[in-house]
């Protein structure tokens, strides 16, 4: 079996770079420096969703299956600073080459670790090898690598099932409920700001978590769509997570188990 690692970012605005590009005081609190931000964007382009530079990843969360187990586990702060978390998901990359699998990764999550990593000093040359570099194999990232919107090292899931379509594009909680599975609990992504100032960074690592395996779960009804699986194996999988998850007493696993009836439609 190969190895996947599904993948999935929270982050923050950036408000000691958004201090320093705008040259505020530094006797402005963060919700203060964080709402002028909101307040010029909405003023430039009717959102306050801030530019993918300026979003300080606070939590990468992971699903990875193997050969051997099923297993989900993040980087967060406040055990990581922001270069250290960044640093430690392409140490994954360069240590295993998994393929890697998200939902919208290509038009957020990649984008955001991309910028921040480079402000943060990241390396990460497994990740760019584009069929260039001095890995013995490096040959074969030319046709397949992790940048290439068409290759499939990385599978932005949302991307390809909307064929590259943005007015196509379905929203994860949706499509997950609809095949029968937990969908988002607890806050979502509108939510982090406020967690975030109010400490709740452990919320927001549990948040990411049930997502990421919510996208590995349509990753196996994809899988199941393309052939890669047959239906025994497509079952036998869901039933592995499922059983993995049920021998973690994390509340919010048993939440997501509650939210997860027993008959999931596959058919």
């Not at 600073?81 to 994954?92: A, M, P, S, V, Y």
């Not at 040959?139 to 991307?159: Q, V």
């Not at 909680?173 to 599975?181: I, V």
Request: charge should be negative; charged fraction near 25%.
């Amino acid at each position: 079996m190969a190895t996947t690692l599904v993948f999935d970012i929270e982050t923050i605005p950036d408000v000691e770079g958004i201090r320093v590009l705008h040259g505020l005081p530094i006797d402005l609190s963060a919700e203060e420096v964080a709402e002028f931000a909101f307040q010029q964007r909405r003023a430039a382009n009717g959102t306050d969703f801030l530019p993918h530079h300026l979003q300080r990843v606070v939590t990468i969360s992971c699903a990875l299956r193997d050969a051997s187990q099923f297993r989900v586990f993040s980087l967060s702060e406040p055990e990581c600073t922001e270069g250290q978390l960044i640093q430690r998901f392409f140490d994954g990359i360069e240590r295993f080459t998994p393929q890697i699998v998200s939902w919208n990764g290509g038009g957020f999550d990649l984008p955001v670790l991309h910028y921040r990593g480079m402000l943060n000093g990241v390396v990460a040359p497994r990740y760019w090898d584009l069929g260039d570099g001095d890995f013995h194999d490096s040959r074969d990232f030319k046709w397949n690598n992790y940048i290439s919107r068409y290759h499939t090292r990385h599978l932005d899931l949302m991307d390809l099932l909307a064929l590259y379509q943005p007015r196509a594009n379905a929203p994860l909680d949706d499509l997950a409920k609809l095949m029968g599975f937990p969908g988002k609990l607890g806050m979502d992504g509108s939510a982090v700001w406020k967690g975030y100032c109010e400490g709740r960074i452990n919320e927001i690592r549990d948040y990411c978590e049930t997502d990421v395996v919510n996208t590995y779960l349509v990753f196996l009804r994809f899988q199941l769509m393309r052939g890669a699986l047959d239906k025994a194996q497509y079952d036998g999988e869901v039933a592995f997570v499922r059983e993995t998850l049920g021998r973690v007493a994390a509340p919010h696993w048993q939440r997501f188990l509650a939210a997860w009836p027993q008959a999931e439609t596959s058919e």
